[in-house]
């Protein structure tokens, strides 16, 4: 399962305050994680295991930096399910990779299991669906859904999709996740704390550069966009004798980097 890129063991150096923006996901897994460190008196309490959270949205908006550091905060080792490479090409084969794959998060657990493109082993399943529901896909899709529904071990589902389209309604409908979050293009409040997250993570940030101005430079650029323009702006400044970033070198690498945005619209169009 492993030599196959079914599954594999994902080393986390990212935490929630990693993240900028996603004030809605974030404390909603801290509550989760306060339930999860004192597991046994919750549950004697009444409190149900958690099951999962589905995380649906734009690319390059944070959907994977969540589920790393969710399994952070959990303090638990983490485990992504590759949804493309479980599809065999044999009778049988895709319910086998998954029926071993869940069996092995199982013995790991507890541990977080992310279900990275949900969507790719879906297209066709359940009733809404689109692509007319091929047998494979349909019954894959029954078993996962069976297994979450009925699973006993600590293993905590983070699916990340990034077309909500081509999901089932039944993996949609109450009660199979915990919760659902949407992930959209950063507004300028969460650009300008993605831009922090980045800057201060690269010890970079200092008082001379403004934030607010960059949040407002940077309309339409996902959190990976902005990332790359630290990144790019910090290289420039080390190019140009280790000069300190100021705001007009981030404003300039801004303008030669195309916002994620821009390149979907242009491609819809
Ligand atoms: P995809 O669907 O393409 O996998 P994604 O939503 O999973 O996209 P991530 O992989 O989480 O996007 O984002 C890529 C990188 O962009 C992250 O590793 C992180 O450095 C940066 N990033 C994206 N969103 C944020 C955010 N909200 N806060 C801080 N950094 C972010």
Redesign the pocket.
């Known amino acids: 399962i492993r030599k196959s890129g079914i599954l594999e063991m994902v080393t986390v150096t990212e935490t929630l305050d ?5 004030e809605k996901i974030k404390p909603w897994l801290r509550q989760k994680s306060g339930i999860l460190e004192n597991w046994a008196q919750a549950r004697a309490f009444g409190v149900e295991s958690p099951k999962g959270v589905l995380i649906v ?10 589920a790393k550091a969710t399994a952070a905060q959990f303090a638990l080792p983490l485990l992504k399910m590759d949804m493309g490479s479980l599809m065999g090409k044999y009778v049988g084969e895709s319910e086998n990779n998954m029926r071993r794959a869940l069996q092995v998060a199982e013995a790991v657990s507890p541990c977080v299991l992310w279900v990275d493109e949900v969507e790719k082993a879906f297209v066709g399943a359940g009733s809404g669906g689109s692509g007319g529901g091929s047998e494979v896909t349909t019954r894959l899709f029954g078993y996962f859904l069976t297994w979450m529904q009925e699973k006993t071990k600590q293993v905590f589902v983070v699916a ?1 999709a ?1 077309d909500i389209s081509a999901l089932p309604p039944e993996l949609l409908r109450k009660g199979r996740f915990d919760e659902i979050f949407y ?1 959209d293009f ?1 507004n300028a409040v ?1 650009r300008e704390a ?1 831009f922090r ?2 800057l201060e993570k690269r010890r970079k940030l200092h008082s001379g550069i403004d934030l607010g101005a960059m949040a407002q430079a940077t309309e339409g650029y ?3 966009d ?2 790359s323009v630290v990144k790019e702006a910090i290289e420039l400044a080390f190019l140009d004798g280790c000069k300190p970033l100021d705001t007009a070198l981030l404003r300039r690498v801004t303008l030669d980097i195309q916002p994620l945005s821009v390149v979907m619209k242009d491609r819809i169009t």
Do not use: Q, R
């Open positions: 990693n993240i900028g923006g996603l949205g734009m690319p390059g908006c944070g959907k994977s930096l969540t990340t990034n992930v950063p969460e993605i997250v980045h996902s959190g990976a902005i990332e």
